[in-house]
């Protein structure tokens, strides 16, 4: 469900970008990426309550998907605004392996984490939330990283 919604966030946060600026959507795919994860990471179980446990992870995910698809567009024109033209391949090419590491570095989390709690059948009773929990963390640390870089000078040309 979530690659659907891909393209429905960069087709509302791409143009959005356009209008109000690079800097402040990609602060909110980070917070909104960081919170639906969060929030997966701590939602009852479906013996807690019912149904509405798959309910709300289908719609977490949506928030992921849509997040995602608003910070890979988002994300490519930044650096593609930024990168002088004999290099924008390159600068933009970066950006697309950092997303392939970030993947690796996904299944880092999961082994690690399969190790600390005691194997696969502890993963499967619970463990997999710290995973989802440790989102709160790297989320907060990305929005404060994210806080600080400046707006696209095409940006800031294109608005006056």
Same mark, same amino acid.
């Given at each position: 469900?979530?690659? !659907?919604?891909?393209?429905?966030?960069?087709?509302?946060?791409?143009?959005?970008?356009?209008?109000?600026?690079?800097?402040?959507?990609? !602060?909110?795919?980070?917070?909104?990426? /960081? =919170?639906?994860?969060?929030l997966i990471g701590a939602l009852p179980s479906a013996a807690a309550i019912g149904p509405w446990a798959l309910v709300l992870l289908y719609l977490l995910r949506m928030c992921q998907g849509f997040s995602t698809g608003g910070e890979y567009s988002g994300a490519l024109t930044y650096v593609a605004e930024f990168s002088p033209?004999?290099?924008?391949?390159?600068?933009?090419?970066?950006?697309?392996?950092?997303?392939?590491?970030?993947?690796?570095?996904?299944?880092?989390? =999961?082994?690690?984490?399969?190790?600390?709690?005691?194997?696969?059948?502890?993963?499967? /009773?619970?463990?997999?939330?710290? /995973?989802?929990?440790?989102?709160?963390?790297?989320?907060?640390?990305?929005?404060?990283?994210?806080?600080?870089? +400046? +707006?696209?000078?095409?940006? =800031?040309?294109?608005?006056?």
């Amino acid at each position: 469900m979530s690659f !659907l919604v891909r393209p429905i966030g960069g087709m509302i946060l791409g143009p959005l970008g356009d209008k109000i600026g690079r800097r402040k959507v990609m !602060l909110f795919t980070i917070a909104l990426m /960081a =919170v639906a994860t969060t929030l997966i990471g701590a939602l009852p179980s479906a013996a807690a309550i019912g149904p509405w446990a798959l309910v709300l992870l289908y719609l977490l995910r949506m928030c992921q998907g849509f997040s995602t698809g608003g910070e890979y567009s988002g994300a490519l024109t930044y650096v593609a605004e930024f990168s002088p033209d004999k290099s924008r391949g390159f600068h933009t090419w970066i950006l697309n392996s950092g997303s392939q590491l970030g993947f690796a570095a996904g299944a880092g989390v =999961v082994a690690g984490t399969t190790a600390l709690v005691g194997g696969q059948s502890a993963m499967v /009773a619970g463990g997999w939330r710290i /995973a989802f929990l440790l989102a709160l963390v790297l989320g907060a640390v990305a929005l404060l990283l994210r806080s600080r870089i +400046e +707006e696209s000078p095409s940006f =800031v040309a294109s608005t006056g």
